[in-house]
């Protein structure tokens, strides 16, 4: 039975640097296990906007919540904007139960212009969905704008490996 893994990019846009590097996490863990990999673009859940919490959500939302949920493997990646996340990404964990990823493996990754940006995955990332009770897998991915186009130096790739090894283990 396949491994269920679940994206979630909180890019603006579509195609985005975040997409892509969610594609090259996906495909190097293709590469290593039988994986089911189930995309999410914040930017293309309908009426995520205007889902304003404790009542019924619209259709597409609580149909990212339930994907969300269901995941055997998460894995979040947004760009750095103003040194955080997202203000989408976030409100679209916002409407998350409380419990719903008590003790599912997330595997955490950003997109930022230069280095200066990479902690925004152990201060912004880490803590949010450490809330939500995921088990924050131990390395994340951070990507410079230029290393997700085509990795120049191979650091990227390097990145992803490592952070997939560190997974291993905790890997259903």
Same mark, same amino acid.
């Given at each position: 039975m396949p491994l269920? /893994? /679940?994206?979630v990019s909180g890019s603006l846009h579509a195609p985005s640097k975040t997409s892509r590097l969610l594609e090259r996490i996906t495909g190097a863990l293709a590469a290593r296990r039988d994986v089911s990999v189930? &995309?999410?673009e914040v930017t293309g859940i309908g009426g995520l906007g205007a889902a304003l919490g404790r009542g019924p959500l619209p259709g597409p939302v609580a149909d990212a919540v339930a994907r969300i949920q269901g995941a055997d493997l998460l894995v979040v990646a947004t760009p750095v904007y103003r040194g955080s996340y997202t203000g989408l990404f976030k409100h679209l964990v916002d409407l998350l139960p409380q !419990? &719903? #990823? &008590? @003790?599912t493996p997330v595997l955490l990754a &950003? %997109? @930022? @212009?230069?280095?200066r940006h990479s902690l925004v995955i152990e201060h912004e990332l880490r803590p949010l969905l450490a809330f939500f009770g995921a088990?924050? #897998?131990p390395l994340g991915v951070y990507a410079r704008d230029a290393d997700v186009a085509d990795d120049p130096d191979?650091? #990227? !790739?390097a990145a992803i490996a490592a952070a997939l090894d560190a997974a291993?283990? %905790?890997l259903p």
């Open positions: 269920s /893994v /679940v994206t189930d &995309a999410i !419990t &719903a #990823l &008590a @003790g &950003a %997109v @930022g @212009g230069d280095d088990l924050t #897998l191979g650091r #990227l !790739t291993e283990p %905790v």
